[in-house]
């Protein structure tokens, strides 16, 4: 497979890799949208939102309580954060595996207006 997700999942690819255990991987965006941007993959390639079946369901659960944990090791649980799902080009997704983006550490609020980010 030739997905550049996957191969940071299977550490063939470097990463600022944050956080990782069996089903997901946590690693630094290479292209901020925010001064803190994390993304969250799960190890099993699934390629978007809409391609998630029934038996992900218990994954996708996982995801954000894996999300919660990011926010709070980076003492940002408190503070604030987004989470965000782009799905398909139209939504503004450029790698075609899943991911959630969670971007936090804004000054202002007027900083939070991110374009392709809602």
Not at 31 to 44: M, Q, Y
């Amino acid at each position: 497979m030739d997905c550049l997700f996957c191969k940071i999942a299977q550490e063939t690819v470097p990463a600022s890799i944050i956080y990782k255990d069996d089903e997901f991987v946590v690693f630094k965006d290479i292209n901020p949208k925010a001064p803190i941007h994390i993304l969250i993959i799960p190890r099993k390639h699934i390629v978007s939102i809409n391609h998630l079946e029934a038996e992900d369901e218990s994954l996708i659960g996982k995801m954000f309580l894996t999300a919660k944990k990011i926010a709070k090791k980076l003492e940002i649980d408190e503070k604030g954060y987004k989470l965000v799902f782009n799905v398909g080009r139209g939504g503004g997704q450029i790698i075609d595996h899943l991911h959630l983006h969670l971007l936090a550490g804004w000054k202002n609020s007027t900083e939070r207006n991110v374009p392709g980010m809602p």
